[in-house]
C-alpha cells in the first residue's frame, strides 16, 4: 500500500432543501444516496482506491445486495449529519459495512449493507484482490466499534 488508510472514515453532510420533503425532513430514499456517497468517498479517500478509477477503468462495481436501515430521530433541513462507515465483514467478494448517522453526537440513523464487487463486463461477482483486500483489512483493525444504543433502544 503507498499510503496509510484513514479510520473509521466519516462523511460530512449538511442537509440541503433537495435532500427534504415539503415538511423540511430529509425524504428517507435520499439516506439512499448519502450512504452510496459514503461507499465512494470511503474507497477513495480512506482505503486510497479512486472509486471512479475502479468503475471506469477497472470495470468493477460495488452494486448494494441489500441493506437495513433504523430511523433513530429525523435530520431536518440545515442539520450537519456525519455518516461514519464501520467494515463488519469481508468476505470473497463481498463486504458488509455499518453506517452510523449523527448530529450533534445524536444518532439519527443505522444501516447495514451488504455490496458484492462485480465485472462492469458480466455483472458477475469477481473476487476482492489482494490489494483492495489488504487495505480492507488494515480499515478493520483500525476502525473500532460503533457505539451502540442501550438494548433496550435497539
Known amino acids: 500500500m503507498d499510503r496509510a488508510v484513514q479510520s473509521p472514515f466519516t462523511l460530512h453532510t449538511i442537509i440541503r432543501f433537495t435532500h427534504t420533503d415539503p415538511a423540511g425532513y430529509v425524504f428517507f430514499p435520499r439516506y439512499f444516496e448519502m450512504l452510496q456517497a459514503v461507499v465512494e468517498d470511503w474507497f477513495t479517500i480512506a482505503l486510497g482506491v479512486n472509486y471512479a478509477s475502479f468503475v471506469n477503468e477497472r470495470r468493477l462495481g460495488t452494486p448494494t445486495a441489500r441493506t437495513e436501515c433504523t430511523f433513530v430521530a429525523p435530520c431536518r433541513l440545515g442539520d450537519r449529519l456525519n455518516l461514519t462507515a464501520y467494515l463488519e465483514h469481508l468476505g470473497s467478494s463481498s463486504l ?4 452510523v448517522g449523527c448530529v450533534d453526537g445524536e444518532r439519527r440513523l443505522e444501516a447495514v449493507s451488504t455490496l458484492v464487487v462485480i465485472s462492469m463486463e458480466d455483472g458477475r461477482p469477481r473476487r476482492i484482490d489482494d ?4 487495505r480492507m483489512t488494515a480499515y478493520q483493525q483500525t476502525q473500532g466499534s460503533p457505539a451502540l444504543p442501550p438494548p433496550d433502544e435497539r
Open 131 to 134: 490489494d483492495l483486500r489488504g
Open 96 to 99: 458488509r459495512l455499518r453506517f
